[in-house]
């Protein structure tokens, strides 16, 4: 399934700050989501960056100048306004959130934005100073009341020098930023899904843990794609590097216990819940104050517990329940006894030993199993789009329920 960028129409204004060369990033992430972008420079932003930077990127002519009577966008303003499905302005100055706020429109991205009924989404930069001064503040509030959605500042060091709130949030956060507001209208929009991602920690004793090779990855994947279809996201997340998806709820976790409590809090009012963690199914049974010290014999013997089931121990009605098994033998089998134990909707099996599907890859192959005889062997795909399968059938389950 397509990203909610792709075949979209990008109105991307770009205004005269430092933190202009970062719209040549953001450009190329957004071609390569495979939307269709259209820069628009102000004077300020021409000087710190070129248009012909842009066209290159973008393949098309940059619009810096709404009287140019060699550009068709630049005079016909309201098309560009028109044909745009989400207008970006990153990065946007005070000077030009000002103008946006009292509808000053002397520039071509200011008058697109006063003439488009597209969703606009800027991206403060500018010294801290200015972007704590009362005026500016005010006038980003005003914008938000009207619907505008702001990104940022982040906090960090200036180009002045200085430290404080104005930087620019960078190029990858802002494309998914933009697919949050444009997957809005999915088909998963008003529904509250819960996904979990990674690996527990089981600790032995301060320093040493129990856990397991799983990346994170598939749970991330997930609620990307739940968020991108317009559902409310909350991912609980166990020990993983990756970074926070753009307008997901993250809860972060640590060993099974935490996981099973951050879950039940989660799907009190949540339509759906898709396990994709990989929790651990023993704890030690004494965890040590201290460091346990090496000492001279070869082996030590740890006692372990099982820890809760925690799919098995959820019974809340209407909740759609979704498993994971990851197995390295009998996989069918083994993932069609969680189907029954755990009261599942659906479980999503996938061999964990094969080449390029298991933990820490970037592409996965599963086969997704149900009630009954029902299977569905997927071929090898990117974790992302087995997400979106994941996802079609949690749609097609709800559909079927009031």
Do not use: C
């Not at 100048?65 to 207008?87: M, T």
């Not at 403060?124 to 005010?138: G, I, L």
């Not at 990851?326 to 009261?343: I, M, P």
């Not at 659906?346 to 061999?351: E, G, K, Q, T, Y």
Request: aromatic share 2%; glycine share 8%.
């Amino acid at each position: 399934m397509p990203t909610p960028l792709q075949g979209r129409h990008i109105a991307l204004g770009v205004t005269g700050s430092i933190a202009a060369y970062k719209a040549l990033e953001l450009a190329s992430k957004l071609i390569q989501a495979n939307a269709s972008v259209v820069a628009m420079l102000t004077d300020g932003a021409a000087r710190f960056v070129s248009p012909l930077a842009f066209s290159a990127i973008t393949h098309g002519p940059a619009v810096t100048d709404l009287y140019d009577p060699q550009s068709e966008l630049g005079i016909d303003h309201v098309a560009l306004a028109e044909q745009a499905d989400l207008v970006i302005v990153a990065p946007a100055t005070a000077n030009t959130l000002a103008k946006m706020a009292h509808g000053l429109a002397d520039d071509a991205v200011t008058t697109t934005i006063l003439a488009t009924r597209a969703p606009v989404l800027v991206a403060p930069a500018m010294d801290a100073h200015m972007f704590d001064h009362p005026a500016t503040q005010a006038n980003l509030a005003l914008l938000k009341e009207r619907g505008v959605y702001v990104a940022g500042p982040l906090s960090g060091r200036m180009a002045s020098g200085l430290v404080g709130t104005g930087r620019m949030v960078e190029p990858v956060d802002l494309v998914g930023h933009a697919r949050l507001i444009l997957g809005l209208t999915g088909d998963l929009s008003g529904r509250s899904i819960v996904v979990t991602a990674g690996g527990t920690e089981e600790a032995i004793d301060p320093v040493r843990v129990i856990t397991n090779h799983s990346s994170g990855k598939m749970g991330y994947a997930i609620a990307e794609a739940a968020r991108d279809r317009g559902a409310s996201v909350t991912l609980i997340a166990a020990r993983s590097s990756l970074a926070d998806p753009v307008g997901v709820s993250v809860v972060r976790v640590t060993s099974a216990s935490d996981m099973g409590n951050a879950v039940t809090r989660a799907i009190k009012n949540a339509d759906t819940l898709v396990m994709a963690a990989a929790v651990s199914d023993w704890t030690p049974a004494d965890v040590s104050p201290n460091k346990a010290k090496k000492t001279e014999t070869n082996s030590i013997t740890l006692e372990l517990k099982k820890t809760e089931d925690i799919l098995a121990s959820i019974k809340r009605p209407g909740l759609i329940k979704v498993g994971f098994a990851a197995e390295t033998e009998d996989v069918e089998r083994n993932a069609r006894a969680k189907l029954s134990s755990k009261g599942l909707d659906f479980v999503v099996a996938n061999d964990v030993a094969a080449p390029g599907s298991g933990f820490g890859s970037d592409d996965n192959k599963v086969t997704l199993i149900g009630p009954g005889n029902e299977t569905e062997d997927l071929p090898s795909m990117a974790k992302y789009e087995v997400g979106h399968r994941i996802l079609d059938r949690v749609a097609a389950i709800l559909a079927q329920r009031p």
